[in-house]
């Protein structure tokens, strides 16, 4: 979650990116250069993509330089108490995608990879 951040300040620059498209196209429209217009909306089209892209290189990133110190704790004594911990990450993961998807089993999936992570925790 906290390189989720990262996404919000990229979809603030595409936005004031495009805000300043926009611009260029008021004034494209006023000077009669209609054909200008599809380049200034496939412009704007690209900021989003780019700061999608950067959003997951930042997220991605993060988390593989996060991983390391996840594993040697799930590799100690977590693993020995409850083997099927590794079934917690793989929940958590679908329930997200479900829920960014609108799927309603994205709730129930989400709930109970909660649930089976405070299992975990009161066995320990």
């Not at 829920?99 to 992570?117: D, I, N």
Request: hydrophobic letters at 55%.
């Amino acid at each position: 979650m906290p390189f989720g951040k990262a996404g919000q300040l990229f979809d603030r620059l595409a936005r004031l990116a495009n805000a300043r498209l926009l611009n260029k196209a008021e004034l494209a429209l006023d000077s009669g250069r209609f054909e200008s217009l599809e380049r200034y909306h496939l412009r704007g089209m690209w900021h989003f993509a780019a700061a999608s892209l950067a959003t997951l290189t930042v997220v991605v990133g993060g988390g593989l330089l996060c991983l390391p110190m996840f594993l040697s704790y799930l590799d100690g004594p977590l693993v020995e108490a409850a083997p099927w911990i590794y079934l917690f990450f793989p929940l958590v993961g679908i329930g997200s995608l479900l829920s960014g998807l609108k799927v309603p089993r994205a709730l129930l999936l989400f709930g109970g990879s909660f649930v089976l992570g405070l299992f975990v925790l009161a066995l320990r």
